[in-house]
């Protein structure tokens, strides 16, 4: 077994790249006395159309780091990540690398809620190749509301455009709308659009000119954010493992100062980011 710090550290979110941020966001909305650290795997994103042992090879890498630099609980805030890894981490790796730490994903958070929104029992999935081909929204959302038809189309050029700083050009309109018609067109019965890539608020104004005025869209940051809460209420244990000074520090594989530049486009604030590996 590793031996991490005993001490109490920081909340880890990982994700690929940048769209964990939008999760980061969420969770410092509602939770912010609690020390963060992100870390995006940017050298090696995107992750959306990597096979399953690819990304649950990244994902392990990355939650060993945070674990390195002290935090007792990860989050990962990719759906990729947790649709293709969390499952072999909670029961192969945490076992053998800690078995006190945690990580947790965002696909079971939004499963929760999802029953409670729609009127019509048909909801829709947009989201990466990866995390639409693992089922896992059908799985987790059925598992807990198995009268809900869930829809799920892959949108593979959505994350570049977000990361190439294009959302809000032409060319971000003509692709969300073509995803949004075919979705529309598979089940004209849907009444809730989750947006289960964590990237994807970004587009959130072109999503919304293109989405039927009735049909809600559902960004999973505030909906994560309340079931971490609920996790620190049922597990005190976890929540006195976690410090509480309000601070955030950012990790990139990539270079530091193109992290700085687009994680603007995400956070509309200056951030501090350190150069980390992963191996
Ligand atoms: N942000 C990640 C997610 O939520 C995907 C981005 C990528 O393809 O790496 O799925």
């Not at 759906?79 to 909670?90: D, F, G, M, P, V």
């Amino acid at each position: 077994m590793t031996a991490y710090s005993k001490q109490p550290g920081p909340i880890g979110v990982f994700d690929s790249g940048y769209g964990g941020l939008t999760i980061l966001h969420g969770i410092r909305q509602l939770l912010p006395e609690y020390d963060y650290l992100y870390l995006g795997d940017n050298a090696r994103a995107p992750y959306g159309s990597r096979s399953f042992d690819v990304v649950y090879q990244f994902t392990r890498q990355a939650v060993m780091k945070l674990f390195d630099l002290g935090c007792h609980l990860v989050i990962l805030g990719c759906n990729t990540a947790s649709a293709k890894a969390l499952r072999t981490i909670q029961q192969n790796d945490l076992p053998k690398l800690d078995p006190d730490r945690r990580v947790l994903g965002v696909i079971r958070p939004t499963a929760e809620v999802i029953g409670k929104l729609t009127q019509s029992r048909h909801v829709g999935v947009l989201a990466t190749e990866g995390t639409i081909k693992s089922h896992s929204y059908k799985l987790e959302i059925q598992k807990l509301w198995d009268d809900v038809t869930v829809t799920g189309i892959p949108c593979p050029l959505w994350v570049p455009i977000i990361e190439n700083n294009e959302a809000d050009t032409p060319g971000a309109d003509y692709f969300v709308k073509k995803r949004i018609d075919l979705i529309m067109e598979r089940d004209p019965l849907i009444d809730t659009l989750i947006l289960g890539c964590t990237h994807y608020p970004i587009l959130m104004p072109k999503i919304q000119k293109h989405v039927p005025k009735n049909i809600q869209i559902v960004a999973q940051g505030e909906y994560v954010a309340e079931s971490l809460k609920d996790y620190f209420r049922r597990h005190p244990d976890m929540d006195a493992r976690c410090t509480k000074h309000g601070s955030v520090k950012y990790f990139t594989t990539e270079n530091p100062e193109k992290f700085k530049e687009t994680a603007r486009i995400f956070l509309h604030e200056q951030v501090d980011v350190e150069h980390v590996d992963l191996e």
